[in-house]
């Protein structure tokens, strides 16, 4: 596999035109510090990639910055674009095989004659796009990204928050259903407790979908959140009643929220 070059470095460039340019202080000088200079990292970050560790390894991949973008919306790794290229596909080729579900294979003889194939569409619809862009630009890796785009996470709902908290996307699709921020569900998924299971027991219990976050977050059960509400209180009221010695229920954190 041949490395694409990218122009022969001149130098680093001050660092006050990497901030015009929109990088922040510490990711120029860690660009700088990689070696690469401004036009090559701006073309790198126009291809989606946002670390100059993930640029080089695409680079010694042999990919270049043009390339990258249809390879990243395909969730492919640097890997995976030498497998798929020391196999005879083409950078788009393999980004579009990649997208449709297969993996590296040699290709059939036939195939190699006729040069025929069903193809796919390289692109991705536009929320989709915007989506793949937010998570990139925010440090998510381009599998965990293609993954939460997969199960149906679009731009604005918190994905890259919910991706960093290294929770699935679909349970995290389950604790967000549940009004829960990223941090609440990570101590609960830390703790033990199952997103799918916990949304079960809640939804059945009967506990009204916008209350449920917050009986969960103070520490009831279902059954302890409903003995309270038919008393008339609150969250907030039932565990300070709990914490002076009243109330419903012991405190806890645990699997069995």
Do not use: N
């Amino acid at each position: 596999m041949t490395a694409v070059p990218d122009e022969p470095d001149p130098g680093p460039e001050p660092l006050h035109e990497w901030t015009a340019a929109g990088f922040d202080v510490g990711r120029a000088r860690r660009w700088i510090g990689a070696g690469f200079p401004l036009d090559a990292a701006l073309r790198w970050r126009a291809g989606g990639v946002h670390a100059p560790a993930d640029a080089s390894a695409w680079r010694a991949a042999g990919v270049s910055p043009h390339a990258v973008l249809p390879m990243l919306r395909a969730g492919m790794t640097p890997r995976d674009a030498v497998q798929w290229h020391e196999l005879g596909y083409s950078h788009a080729e393999a980004a579009d095989r990649h997208l449709a579900g297969e993996r590296p294979h040699p290709r059939r003889w036939w195939w190699t004659l006729l040069r025929r194939r069903a193809r796919r569409p390289d692109a991705l619809a536009d929320d989709e796009a915007d989506a793949m862009r937010e998570l990139l630009a925010s440090g998510v890796g381009a599998a965990t990204a293609r993954a939460y785009l997969d199960a149906g996470w679009r731009r604005g709902e918190g994905a890259p928050a919910w991706a960093a908290t290294g929770i699935d996307p679909a349970r995290a699709a389950a604790w967000r259903a549940l009004g829960l921020r990223p941090a609440e569900a990570a101590a609960l998924a830390a703790g033990g407790a199952d997103a799918f299971d916990v949304l079960r027991r809640w939804w059945d219990a009967g506990v009204p979908r916008e209350e449920a976050a917050s009986w969960l977050v103070a520490g009831f059960t279902p059954d302890e959140a409903l003995r309270a509400r038919t008393d008339g209180a609150t969250a907030e009221r039932a565990a300070v009643l709990r914490a002076l010695g009243g109330g419903i229920g012991p405190a806890s954190a645990g699997p069995d929220r």
